[in-house]
């Protein structure tokens, strides 16, 4: 526990991801948007510095993923929204509800190890949302 006569500026206004003032205020609930803006296109969103997007995937739950496929960074904003996830409308990369990449069309996932732990290792960045 910090003490707050340790804390310096930097602490008290940095909100980014990974740092002090961040972590402590993504332990709160947050109103990203009314539940009628959500409907079957993606909405980008920004919050304490990160830029997401928030959509409701086809079964109807509220998904919340950082806005930038982690292939090459193209926006999901433009994403098709799937079943189980969204799918980055470039090349294709499949993510499910917590950013986890499920499917490459143009790499298949059986197609060497190597690869599969690669795809095990990319995700868009997520956080819980209802
Ligand atoms: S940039 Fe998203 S799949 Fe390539």
Redesign the pocket.
């Known amino acids: 526990m910090i003490k707050a006569s340790e804390l310096t500026w930097d602490d008290v206004i940095r909100v980014g991801a990974g740092t002090l003032g961040g972590n402590y205020l993504r332990s709160f609930w947050w109103p990203m948007a009314l539940s009628d803006e959500v409907k079957d296109i993606p909405v980008p969103v920004k919050l304490l510095g990160e830029e997401l997007v928030l959509f409701r995937d086809l079964s109807g739950e509220l998904v919340l993923l950082g806005a930038h ?1 982690s ?4 926006s999901l904003e433009y994403g098709i929204i799937e079943e189980n996830g969204i799918r ?1 409308a ?4 499949c993510y499910d509800r917590r950013g986890k990449v499920i499917d490459r069309p143009a790499e298949p996932i059986k197609t060497a190890p190597a690869a599969a732990a690669q795809i095990r290792r990319a995700r868009a960045g997520w956080l819980p949302s209802r």
């Open positions: 496929c292939h090459r960074r193209a980055c470039y090349h294709g990369w």
